[in-house]
């Protein structure tokens, strides 16, 4: 068995989920813009993705080992 020695406070909690919905928020924004304009349909699609799996991450990492 593998202890995982991860805890945050209640601060750094705070931060991680600010942050991790403000990714989303700019990873809805870049999949909008890469589903409207032609030319950013790659790139936007791409760092909206990218945005969004680095959110979850930092939300799900936040509520699970956030005191």
């Known amino acids: 068995m593998h202890l995982l020695a991860l805890s945050f406070s209640a601060h750094t909690t705070i931060r991680l989920e ?3 919905a403000l990714l ?3 990873a809805g ?3 909008a813009l890469g ?3 032609p030319l950013g349909r790659r790139a936007g699609e791409l760092f909206g ?3 969004l799996a ?3 991450v930092l939300v799900i990492l936040a509520l699970h080992w956030g005191t």
């Open 18 to 20: 600010e942050v991790g």
């Open 24 to 26: 989303g928020a700019v």
């Open 29 to 31: 924004a870049l999949l």
């Open 35 to 37: 589903a409207v304009t």
């Open 49 to 51: 993705g990218i945005a």
């Open 54 to 56: 680095a959110g979850s």
